[in-house]
């Protein structure tokens, strides 16, 4: 399991039972060491200028953000990253953190080129409606 030895990022859902959720969390917890997606991870702090700071030599961050921010990127806006998520509707993810629902640019700030994710990766359960 990918899970388990920490080379798959751990993505939770609305949908997934709460022992299964509990499960896959120990497992997380578990595969933090050196070569895990957990210890390599930069969502709680990356530069966003070009494709290359999150490409395949850049810096690894949330499957979901890497896709908001590659989004971004090709949009070529003139809105910081955080504003445009923020308008993108459904894909800005509905999220849920400690039960309370939000959305995901809520989540995240914003200093100049540097993006972060605000709370853990482990805390975040995506909203399926």
Do not use: C, H
């Amino acid at each position: 399991m990918q899970t388990s030895n920490g080379r798959a990022y751990l993505t939770l859902y609305t949908s997934t039972p709460e022992p299964v959720r509990a499960r896959f969390l120990e497992l997380a917890a578990a595969a933090t060491g050196a070569g895990s997606v957990w210890a390599a991870d930069r969502s709680g702090g990356f530069t966003l200028t070009t494709q290359a700071d999150i490409g395949p030599e850049g810096q690894l961050i949330l499957p979901k953000l890497f896709r908001r921010a590659t989004d971004y990127l090709r949009a070529d806006s003139e809105r910081t990253f955080v504003e445009w998520v923020r308008a993108q509707g459904a894909d800005n993810d509905p999220v849920e953190v400690a039960g309370t629902r939000t959305n995901l640019a809520e989540l995240l700030t914003e200093d100049g080129d540097r993006v972060s994710l605000t709370v853990p990766l482990t805390d975040l359960v995506f909203v399926e409606d």
